[in-house]
């Protein structure tokens, strides 16, 4: 089977369930910008020298797997993505995520005023991510204000991911890895 199935020559693309939006759809835009998060996860896993930081990186991305899913699927759909046996983002994710922010601020990371990215190179990449992670997390609110989301628990971890990120790259600022 090719990668190239041509569904989507005529501007639109498929949802969970055989449903069909267009390209530039709200839920698109949304979890469309989660997936350039992911990537850009990959790349701040790439240049991350400590194990503990890459794990969680990929930690991370996998939990970006289920809410990309959930906003995949439209919310009239979700009890029976719910049956089929696909997770959904709850706030146990995002629970882990404050478990991470307030081990980082416990090592007290030294930073002043606003962050300048680019002090090494895991530090941008990890900014990158940070403000893609805002921007995912902007488009997911503009499906809220449209009565579109059915689990606002993704804005709040949208919301904490993006804070650790920040956290994570002035630490990775703070010790100098590149």
């Known amino acids: 089977m090719s990668i190239a199935t041509k569904t989507g020559d005529n501007g639109t693309t498929g949802l969970m369930y055989n449903r ?14 989660v997936d350039e ?12 020298n400590e194990p503990g930081v890459k794990d969680r990186l990929v930690e991370v991305q996998k939990d970006l797997v289920v ?9 009239s759909d979700l009890e029976r993505y719910s049956k089929d046996g696909f997770s959904r983002v709850t706030p146990e994710l995002t629970a ?4 991470w922010v307030r081990e980082i601020e416990a090592r007290n990371p030294s930073f002043k005023g606003w ?5 090494t190179v895991h530090a941008a990449a990890l900014d990158v991510a940070r403000t893609t992670c805002r921007r995912a997390e902007r488009k997911v ?15 709040i971890f949208l919301n904490r991911l993006s804070d650790l990120l920040w956290l994570m790259a002035r630490e990775a600022e703070t010790s100098g890895a590149s």
Do not use: F
């Not at 069909?20 to 910008?33: D, L, Q």
């Not at 998060?37 to 991350?48: E, F, H, I, V």
């Not at 809410?67 to 919310?75: F, S």
């Open 96 to 99: 882990k995520l404050d478990v």
């Open 115 to 119: 962050a300048t990215p680019g002090a």
């Open 67 to 75: 809410l990309m899913g959930e906003l995949a699927t439209l919310p």
């Open 141 to 155: 609110c503009a499906l809220q204000e449209v009565n579109d989301l059915a689990n606002s628990e993704i804005i």
């Open 37 to 48: 998060l992911n990537a850009a996860l990959g790349l701040a896993k790439a240049t991350a």
């Open 20 to 33: 069909r939006v267009a390209k530039t759809h709200a839920r698109v835009e949304a979890y469309g910008t």
